[in-house]
């Protein structure tokens, strides 16, 4: 027998989830609006957001294996590469000195997020001069920092990309095309390492309730 106001599972009924079930169904059906990361999400795309984000979360290895991770100014360059700046002696740079599998994630507060993965690096000679100017122009107040010694370029290359549109009551998850192609969206539950990606053109929305 239910209790008034409540569902068989003795949960109460979450306000807006009607509202939440027909964005889910019109963006399945094919409705979808016709701007933001919804849509589409190629490498441009990418970049674009990367750099309108601007800070973000960097996690990197131990050397017993456990994770660490570091809040710090992210921009990309043109080519979809990641770029951040480090003290040489942190931990973050040991880490991927040793080994280079990092993830990074931006956004949140917008009701966007992007998560990446990918193998990072210290360049050196014109690669480290084009990802200082990438990083200098989208952070003009720390370019002088470059130039110390004790600071280096960090590259994160991402193998894989994923961002989260968490706005007007759906949850879509689309995987970004890095190669800069067609976006592929994600499949429920994610699509990280050590679970099949998604094949191109699926659509799906997530309800995390």
């Known amino acids: ?5 409540w569902s068989s599972q003795g949960k109460c009924p979450q306000p807006g989830r009607t509202a939440r079930r027909a964005s889910r169904e019109r963006i399945a059906s094919g409705d979808r609006p016709s701007t933001g990361y919804r ?3 190629d490498r ?3 970049v674009s957001h ?4 601007r800070w973000g979360v960097l996690a990197s290895l131990a050397a017993d294996g456990s994770p660490q991770a570091a809040y710090l100014a992210v921009t990309a360059t043109d080519a979809g590469e990641l770029v951040l700046d480090a003290r040489a002696t942190s931990r973050k740079v040991a880490n991927l000195t040793r080994d280079p599998r990092v993830a990074v994630t931006l956004g949140g507060p917008d009701g966007t997020t992007l998560q990446c993965e990918g193998v990072a690096d210290v360049p050196v000679g ?10 200098a122009a989208t952070f003009p107040q720390f370019a ?3 130039d110390r010694p004790d600071i280096v370029v960090v590259r994160v290359v991402p193998t894989w990309a994923r961002s989260g549109d968490f706005r007007d009551g759906a949850s879509t998850l689309v995987e970004v095309d890095l190669t800069g192609g067609t976006a592929r969206l994600g499949a429920p539950g994610g699509s990280g390492p050590g679970q099949q990606r998604p094949a191109p053109g699926q659509a799906v929305t997530v309800d995390h309730r």
């Not at 027998?1 to 106001?5: L, Q």
């Not at 014109?126 to 990083?135: K, L, S, W």
């Open 50 to 53: 990367v750099r309108s984000q």
């Open 39 to 41: 849509v589409r999400v």
């Open 1 to 5: 027998m239910k209790r008034s106001g």
């Open 44 to 46: 441009a795309s990418f």
């Open 126 to 135: 014109a690669d480290r001069d084009r990802c200082a100017a990438a990083y």
């Open 144 to 146: 002088a920092s470059l």
